[in-house]
């Protein structure tokens, strides 16, 4: 029995959904709840030239966002029409497989990662797929969440389970105050600096110490969203008091009885005192500043306060290549300070940060201002959109000059077409600074909604602590 | 609790003919070395070429690293060196696949005639979209493959052997490295196993889990 061993959170999960295990460790999990988006065509596809039905589709919920419109709300606003088709699929297929989808118009759509928490589909202890690499966000609520491509996805809708190597357990611990002006998005890009893009591969990450217990529940989806950066199979914070009362009401959460005897299983997910980690790595929450990004890589990160870096001080040959490569594209001399960099062009919103603490922390900045650079905000789902416009906030937005959008991927992926031009150097609050991730020839740096905010107003990097 | 037990899943398959892909057993062909570190599924097949139609998106492998602005090819770029126009295996370098789970970084590269990678280490779903796509992922210690890449770029269009049935790299010079692969995804490649199938064959045993774990967790 391993409820005798003191175990991580992450083995109070994993044992728990193990339906077999062979000789050599390689395990079928069973995979509690599956989240599908406009991606997921594919996977219906090979589901279909089989003439195999999703298996259990009461466990599955689909919803558009990679391809949906930022400029309107409705499938004729989608210009391309491969995009559309792919949009028009998710209720196709929805219905010929029983499961639930939102369609674009419906008043809960919008990023498959701000949706399934939002929700309740995300709970404490489940397990949880999706056919994209963000679903490490979902760890946030003490979830076992990954990412998936997509003939898992199939396998996942024919038979509800997953073959897996049961992956190592790293604790990344945060002690200590965080300093104000700092959020949960400096935290993760300060890890990631630290660790570095692979320092996670092949291992779960738990996040643990005071700073992470005190960041809000939309603060750890902020942080556990970018596990997959640091090369992380998945990311995760033990639920607590505050993780429940977030649960407590959401329309797919549990109720009445239920949620009695979901509360009393969930205080049991938290590492044991004595649990043994794989790995352990640990920061002083004090030390962060707000962080962005100067090059290529989630990893290239440094404070504000900081300057690009140069390539002559790299450990190795090939480092020094790959950071000449990388500050060529982004434009970058090294020794130029982070605050003297101009920018073209701010993002906020992605499963990131557009939440509606994100959208509330950027119009903090932005409230009294103008912005002097073009600047999107495309909240991450109806209801967030709903709760800000409930608040004021897209007028706070609107008298800065900042445009307020639909909710979508928009220019995290670029999918649908949300993109910049050749050049042109973006601050965005989204998770991934990669060579034409935003577009070919296009700069990206990634930053925290407030730094972004404080960029847009200022048309360069700017310490949004220094702005007041 | 204690998980029930199967030790060789592979061999319940001997019953029931499959729908399989193509087995991997050994492959002797021509390498090439791709010399960054972290290149992600971004870099291997950039956003615009998903949702298409998949003969459609051949033309976006590393579209943006090969090609400049303009669309013309950059000679400095190895895969379009003659030399290594027949590649079949790739020698990249750390993290390689890291980022977006888009399954089409691995079809794009089958697409275009690979079969193989080798790294010191490989983004984790990019890893596990190989096994689905009957490509072999090789990790091999991050000094080996360096040099591996540096003999391929002094002698190109040389030739490096994958064989899965032994475990074995063999390089342009003659060395041979062992390497590990899990035994589950080493079966399933050698025979051309189907997964799907695979698990269906277990489906009495899913069936018995779920009923234990619906009485478990009742709120799911």
Known sequence: MTDALPSTLFEKIWSPHVVLERDDGYTLLYIDRHLMHDGSAPGFARLDARGIKVRRPAQALATPDHYTSTAGSGLTDIPDPLHRSLVRKIRENADAHGLTAFDIEDDRQGIAHVVGPEQGLTQPGITLVCGDSHTSTHGALGALAFGIGSSEVTHVMATQCLWQRKPQAMRITVDGALRSGVSAKDVIL????????????????????????????????????????????????????????????????????????????????????????????????????????????????????????????????????????????????????????????????????????????????????????????????????????????????????????????????GMNGDTGLPGQRIASTSNRNFMGRQGRDVRTHLLSPAMAAAAAVTGRFTDVRALG | MTPNSSPHPAANLAANPLPSHSPFRSLTAVAVPLD????????????????????????????????????????????????????????????????????????????????????????????????????????????????????????????????????????????????????????????????????????PQIEAFEHTHRRRMPWL
């Open chain 1, 190 to 413: 300060a890890i990631i600096a630290r660790i570095g893009a692979a320092g996670a591969v092949g291992h779960v990450i738990e996040y643990a110490g005071s700073a992470i217990r005190s960041l809000s529940i939309e603060g750890r989806l902020t942080l556990c969203n970018m596990s997959i950066e640091a090369g992380g199979r998945a990311g995760m914070v033990a639920p607590d008091d505050q993780t429940f009362a977030w649960m407590h009401g959401r329309p797919l959460a549990p109720r009445a009885e239920q949620w009695d005897a979901a509360l009393a299983h969930w205080k049991t997910l938290h590492s044991d005192e004595a649990a043994r980690f794989d790995r352990e790595v640990s920061l002083e929450a004090a030390a962060i500043e707000p962080m962005l990004t100067w090059g290529t890589s989630p990893e290239d990160a440094v404070p504000i306060t900081g300057v690009v870096p140069d390539p002559a001080s790299a450990p190795d040959a090939a480092k020094r290549e790959a950071m000449a490569l990388s500050l060529r594209y982004m434009g970058l001399q090294p020794g130029t300070r982070m605050r003297d960099i101009a920018v073209d062009r701010v993002f906020i919103g992605s499963c990131t940060n557009s939440r509606i603490e994100d959208l509330r922390a950027a119009a903090a900045v932005v409230k009294g201002r103008k912005a002097v650079i073009p600047a999107w905000v495309v909240a991450g789902s109806r209801p967030v959109k709903h709760q800000a416009e409930a608040e004021g906030l897209h007028h706070v937005f609107r008298e800065a000059g900042l445009e307020w959008r639909e909710p979508g991927c928009s220019m995290c992926a």
């Open chain 2, 36 to 203: 960054l570190a972290n290149v992600d599924t971004d870099q291997i097949i950039p956003a615009r070429y998903l949702g298409r139609a998949r003969p459609d998106q051949v033309q976006g492998l590393f579209h943006d690293l090969r090609r400049d602005a303009a669309g013309q090819l950059r000679p400095d770029f190895p895969l379009n060196q003659p030399a290594f126009a027949q590649a079949r295996i790739l020698v990249a370098d750390r993290n390689f696949g890291c980022g977006s789970s888009r399954e089409n970084a691995v079809s794009v590269m089958v697409d275009n005639g690979f079969q193989a990678f080798i790294a010191p280490s490989f983004g984790d779903i990019f890893f596990n979209n190989c096994f689905q796509n009957s490509v072999v992922p090789v990790r091999l210690p991050e000094a080996r493959v360096a040099e591996l890449r540096a003999l391929l770029h002094a002698r190109p269009g040389v030739q490096i052997t994958v064989d899965l049935q032994a475990l074995k790299v063999t390089g342009p010079d003659g060395r041979q490295d062992d390497f590990e692969i899990d035994s589950f995804r080493r079966d399933c490649l050698l025979q051309g196993l189907d997964e799907v199938s695979l698990t269906l064959s277990h489906l």
